[in-house]
């Protein structure tokens, strides 16, 4: 099982990795492009700010998934770092369970909401592109976080250690083992 979870791991940070880099490469570039245009040859892109949108929204939930595998996604820790080891892990469990089924669910209502965008034909103001194709990113932005939280609850059920993401471990409650 640890086999096939490393390896489903694997293939969605490679994915991850690549959407963020070559996002905040292509922000990089088109921004430099339009701020070059606009000051040395008096022209802006006509579709620069919303092509920079729709890479911040690849961003935002590709890189949430990613914090998420890093366990560097927002926590609450003020009531857990007081408990015991058998709370911790009990929590710890509970709530990688819970998270990750809330995310498979609005992965879920994302899908009807891009089919909707598609079913309407909806297209950007300057590029004319389908929106649905970019906003696509969505779902499976959380179904990929959803992946990293179901894989981390496996993680916390068959291993002694707290984990908060595949590939981290609590450090305060692996010194009390």
Do not use: C
């Amino acid at each position: 099982m640890k086999n096939l979870l490393h390896r489903v791991s694997r293939v969605t940070e490679s994915i991850e990795k690549f959407v963020i880099i070559f996002s905040i490469l292509l922000m990089m570039a088109n921004s430099t492009a339009n701020a070059i245009g606009r000051y040395v040859f008096s022209k802006s892109l006509f579709f620069s700010e919303e092509l920079n949108q729709f890479l911040i929204v690849a961003i935002t939930f590709i890189g949430f998934a990613y914090a998420v595998r890093k366990a560097r996604n927002i926590r609450m820790t003020a009531v857990y770092d007081s408990l015991g080891y058998t709370a911790k892990k009990f929590l710890s469990t509970i709530i990688s369970i819970t998270t990750g089924v809330l995310m498979l669910y609005l992965a879920y209502k994302a899908v009807f909401y891009v089919m909707e965008l598609k079913d309407i034909n909806r297209l950007s103001p300057a590029l004319q592109f389908p929106v649905y194709i970019i906003y696509s990113i969505i779902p499976v932005g959380l179904a990929m976080a959803a992946v990293q939280y179901l894989i981390t609850f496996f993680m916390n059920i068959t291993h002694k250690e707290i984990y908060l993401s595949y590939e981290v471990i609590d450090r305060h409650t692996e010194e009390s083992l």
